[in-house]
Each structure stands twice: as C-alpha cells, then as structure tokens.
C-alpha cells in the first residue's frame, strides 16, 4: 500500500499561516494591502503608477511594493508617482510568500500607510494560490491577451474579487471581444465586479481608486464562489489532529487546495520547504 505524505499541504499550511499574521500587523497599522495579479506586459505596472499618482494627489497615503525576477525596472518606474515604492528580486521564484512580504515590510512600510499595493511577479499560476495578507485581490488582463484569458486561468480569476481590462484604448485595434471576455470572467466567477481601464487615457483609473478607498473604508469586497467552496472542502475534510502533514493510505494522493484566495489563505513558504532554494534578499530601500 502507497503511504504518501502530503507536504504540498503543509507548504500551504504554513503560507496561510503567515498570511494571517501579515493580515494582522497590516490591520494593526490601518494598512489595506491590494494583490495584483497579471501575466508579463499587461500594463499592471503603468496603471499602478497612474493610482499612485492620484493617490498621492489626493493627499492618501499609499506605497507599493513590486516583485520581479530580476531588474529593479519597475521600482524606478513607480516612484515617480511620489510614492515610496519598494522593489523585492525573487531571483527567479515565480511568486511572492506571505513570510517573505512581511520581511520586506518590517522596518520599511512608512507610518500611516493607508494602501499597501503588491505588483505581484507576471505569473497568472503560482501567484494565485498565495495569500499575501491582502483585504483586496484584483485580476488583470489586457486587450491584447485574448478573450479566453479568464478560463485559461480558472485559479487566478476565480479568486479575483475585482477583474480589471487594461489598455482598452485599443481594444477596437486589436479586436478585443469585449462580451466574451466578460462570459469567460461570469463563467469562472459569477458576480465579481469588472472595471475597464486605460493608464494610456486615464479611463477607469479615479474608479479603480474608488473601488480601493472603498475596501479601505471597510466596504465587503466579493466573495468568490470558488474560494467559499475551498472553505467548504477544508470543513468536510478535516482529519482533526491540526499537525499539518498528514499520511494517506491508497494509490494516489489529492489536491489540497490550489484554489486559496485571500478569505482562506494560500500557499507556503519556499524558503521554509526543505531543499529549497534560499530566497534572495530584496535590494534596499526605496527606488530613486
């Protein structure tokens, strides 16, 4: 008989884990943290440097937090919002953790910080079954994507609790289906609001931030059907002892719960899996 142990589940365990305790050190500072998630060159980066340029015009204190592979590109670009904008170098891990969020905030994150916004690194697979700690998850896709985006990647848009269109200024150009794409996002996750955005001509931008302002003030963001029926899944499926780990009887192992958004947490600490590579440190402070 094949005894499989489950490490997957306790990499995810531990991840959600420090989710919550990044969710609280967040709340006891009065910081709303907002995930962004979105493949490479869909224009996240430009329009996170629109919203913290309105941000900052309107006097709210909001900083960012930018992961990439490599290059510190996207920090430069962003601070010039005026925002203090900190650049994490995953060298190389696909995602951002929860731990290793929290390490980079530590001794950083300006007092009175009232929106923290995560670039996540250009990935529509790992990052979604991360929690950061985050009160607000948006999705992204550009025009120029295809209109199949959002079945394509199930996991990452339906667990959004806001989809965001960039660069619809061309939408027309490239022949973007407007209404398809909206029945893939209904298809995979019904009722989550959807906000259409331009950083080129500014469309959508004052209402993305009001959206946000909204999530900071307290306002209920969408519950995704696919992160309620993860809760129920964990519910059903408790084998009680709370070790993490555990041992299966049988031929094959089951999935433990690639769907974890940002009410049920997600997945763990690379740094913490044993054989894993160490994660890099960030590059320090602010970018000029």
């Given at each position: 008989?094949?005894?499989?142990?489950?490490l997957h589940q306790?990499?995810?365990?531990?991840?959600?884990?420090?989710?919550?305790?990044?969710?609280?050190y967040l709340g006891?500072?009065?910081?709303?943290?907002?995930?962004?998630?979105?493949?490479?060159?869909?224009?996240?980066?430009?329009?996170?440097?629109?919203?913290?340029?309105?941000?900052?015009?309107?006097?709210?204190?909001?900083?960012?937090?930018?992961?990439?592979?490599?290059?510190?590109?996207?920090?430069?670009?962003?601070?010039?919002?005026?925002?203090?904008?900190?650049?994490?170098?995953?060298?190389?891990?696909?995602?951002?953790?929860?731990?290793?969020?929290?390490?980079?905030?530590?001794?950083?994150?300006?007092?009175?910080?009232?929106?923290?916004?995560?670039?996540?690194?250009?990935?529509?697979?790992?990052?979604?079954?991360?929690?950061?700690?985050?009160?607000?998850?948006?999705?992204?896709?550009?025009?120029?994507?295809?209109?199949?985006?959002?079945?394509?990647?199930?996991?990452?848009?339906?667990?959004?609790?806001?989809?965001?269109?960039?660069?619809?200024?061309?939408?027309?150009?490239?022949?973007?289906?407007?209404?398809?794409?909206?029945?893939?996002?209904?298809?995979?996750?019904?009722?989550?609001?959807?906000?259409?955005?331009?950083?080129?001509?500014?469309?959508?931008?004052?209402?993305?931030?009001?959206?946000?302002?909204?999530?900071?003030?307290?306002?209920?963001?969408?519950?995704?059907?696919?992160?309620?029926?993860?809760?129920?899944?964990?519910?059903?499926?408790?084998?009680?002892?709370?070790?993490?780990?555990?041992?299966?009887?049988?031929?094959?192992?089951?999935?433990?719960?690639?769907?974890?958004?940002?009410?049920?947490?997600?997945?763990?600490?690379?740094?913490?899996?044993?054989?894993?590579?160490?994660?890099?440190?960030?590059?320090?402070?602010?970018?000029?």
């Amino acid at each position: 008989m094949c005894r499989t142990v489950d490490l997957h589940q306790a990499v995810l365990a531990r991840n959600d884990e420090n989710a919550l305790a990044l969710r609280g050190y967040l709340g006891d500072r009065g910081t709303v943290a907002v995930n962004l998630l979105s493949s490479p060159g869909s224009g996240k980066t430009a329009l996170l440097e629109q919203l913290l340029a309105r941000a900052v015009a309107a006097g709210v204190p909001a900083a960012a937090v930018t992961a990439d592979l490599a290059t510190e590109n996207d920090a430069t670009r962003l601070a010039r919002s005026g925002a203090p904008v900190r650049q994490i170098l995953t060298d190389g891990l696909c995602h951002l953790e929860a731990g290793m969020l929290r390490r980079r905030l530590e001794g950083w994150m300006p007092e009175g910080t009232r929106l923290l916004f995560v670039e996540n690194v250009g990935n529509l697979v790992c990052p979604a079954s991360y929690d950061l700690g985050e009160t607000l998850r948006i999705a992204l896709a550009s025009v120029t994507e295809g209109e199949d985006k959002p079945v394509k990647y199930p996991t990452a848009f339906g667990l959004a609790q806001l989809v965001v269109i960039t660069k619809t200024d061309i939408a027309d150009a490239v022949g973007f289906d407007r209404e398809a794409f909206l029945r893939g996002v209904e298809q995979v996750n019904p009722g989550v609001p959807v906000l259409e955005t331009s950083a080129r001509t500014g469309e959508g931008v004052d209402a993305l931030l009001a959206h946000v302002l909204r999530a900071a003030d307290g306002e209920e963001a969408h519950v995704p059907v696919l992160a309620r029926e993860h809760e129920r899944y964990l519910d059903s499926h408790d084998h009680g002892d709370g070790t993490g780990p555990h041992v299966h009887d049988g031929d094959g192992d089951h999935d433990h719960g690639e769907a974890r958004g940002p009410s049920s947490g997600g997945r763990g600490r690379h740094d913490d899996v044993p054989g894993a590579a160490p994660v890099p440190a960030e590059t320090g402070g602010n970018a000029p």
